[in-house]
């Protein structure tokens, strides 16, 4: 109850104070009752996150667990080959690891200078103005279907890139890892570019003022102090432009190829995790069989490694990250 209406039911009459304070209470009781009804909806979103990723979690181990009993480990981690559909099989993780790792590698040499350059424009160097109309439209880079960024380098890039190759002697065939991570590598542009450039925004104006005060030009300032002073809001832009890459499916599924080859060369063709799980699981294999199960050791893998990468991205954080 206000101050005012306090006061006011003060100087009322006994008979209507008291008819007032009965009227008050039911207010506020309903008024308390829509606060809960408020905080336990929020609390069950909040917690439907948790509860989802521990129903992932669980159905991924529980189904791996049984492609673990008839596939060793050892042989997962080492063998070299990843044939589960044929007639002798072999589960070796590592030809799909490699084609994973490399597509990925190729992504962020596209991606990480490219975005860094762009937060740092976007943050020192853009006019407000055009600030505003430059970022959301660079944004709008995430909101394109990847199946389109899939043809695109299968259409676009892959030959653009045989012509360029040809003319040093260097045959490229349609398939391979290059085309796949170069579009990997710009899709994921957006993502660095905008939580880099938060993060270069968030630093104080008057760390700026004293290095232009100190005689640093605005290039100087933006290397030595601004992007030092956010490297705990890069870095956590750069892990989740990996995880973004290493979890891309249909840009590798349509341009890098279904070959599970054990090579990191990136003018071959290749198959990562996740185009195995996508090639897999349409159906062709009987639910329960040792190569249906496969998906979710693969899946597991590849949770495991973007899981650990989400790890380092923390340490980076906690252990760069400055409070202002």
Known sequence: MSTLDSSAIATMPASTRAGSLRSFVPRARGRRVREWI?????FLAAISSVIITLGIVGILLYESFTFFRHVGLIDFLTD??????????????????????????????????????????????APHKLREVVKPTLELLGAVPTVVYGYFALMFV????????????????????????????????????????????????????????MGATRMQTALRVIVPASF??????????ISRAIGETMVVAVAAGMQPNLTMNPKEP???????????????????????????????TLMLMTLLFNIGGYILRKRYREAY
């Open 38 to 42: 408020i905080e336990a909806f929020l």
């Open 80 to 125: 070299t080959q990843w044939t589960p559909l044929f007639e002798n099989p072999h589960y070796g993780i590592l030809p799909l690891l490699a084609g994973t790792v490399t597509v990925t590698l190729i992504a962020l040499v596209v991606a990480m200078p490219l975005g860094t350059i762009s937060a740092i424009w976007l943050s020192e160097y």
């Open 158 to 213: 892959t030959p653009i890139l045989q012509w360029l190759l040809a003319k040093v002697g260097i045959e490229l065939p349609g398939f391979n890892m290059l085309s796949a991570g170069i579009v990997i590598g710009i899709m994921i542009i957006p993502y660095i570019s905008s939580l880099s450039e938060d993060a270069m925004h968030a630093v104080p104006m008057h760390m700026r003022e004293g290095s232009y005060a």
């Open 232 to 241: 705990s809001g890069i870095s956590a832009a750069y892990i989740l432009g």
């Open 270 to 300: 290749a198959q990562t995790i996740t185009a195995y799980i996508v090639a897999v699981s349409q159906g062709d294999l009987p639910h329960g069989s040792i190569g249906y199960q496969s998906i979710f050791a693969a899946g597991l």
